[in-house]
């Protein structure tokens, strides 16, 4: 999850808060009620996996997100955020 205020970048966060707050803001500047794909763009290497994903999960069960999924995720971190949650896509920057 990226951090932005007002389009400012304010760096990778990662931290289950940040999940849920980005999650809720996206929802109300869209206008709907549920997002079909939740990605974390990057993974933030403060934060273990296992915490962001779950955060995400949180928000699949309580119906405010359909699927998740990873950006530029190494094959570990992919294997580590599945176990706690399925990963419907995964995004890769080829260079």
Request: some cysteine; glycine content about 8%.
């Amino acid at each position: 999850m990226y951090g932005c205020e007002n389009g400012e970048f304010l760096g990778v966060n990662g931290t289950p808060e940040h999940v849920h707050n980005a999650c809720e803001k996206s929802l109300q500047r869209l206008g709907i009620d549920c997002i079909y794909i939740y990605y974390q763009h990057r993974v933030d290497p403060n934060v273990p996996i296992e915490d962001t994903v779950k955060a995400m999960a949180e928000l699949v069960k309580k119906g405010k997100v359909k699927y998740l999924g990873l950006s530029e995720c190494s094959a570990n971190t992919l294997r580590r955020a599945y176990q706690i949650h399925p990963i419907a896509a995964v995004q890769s920057m080829v260079s």
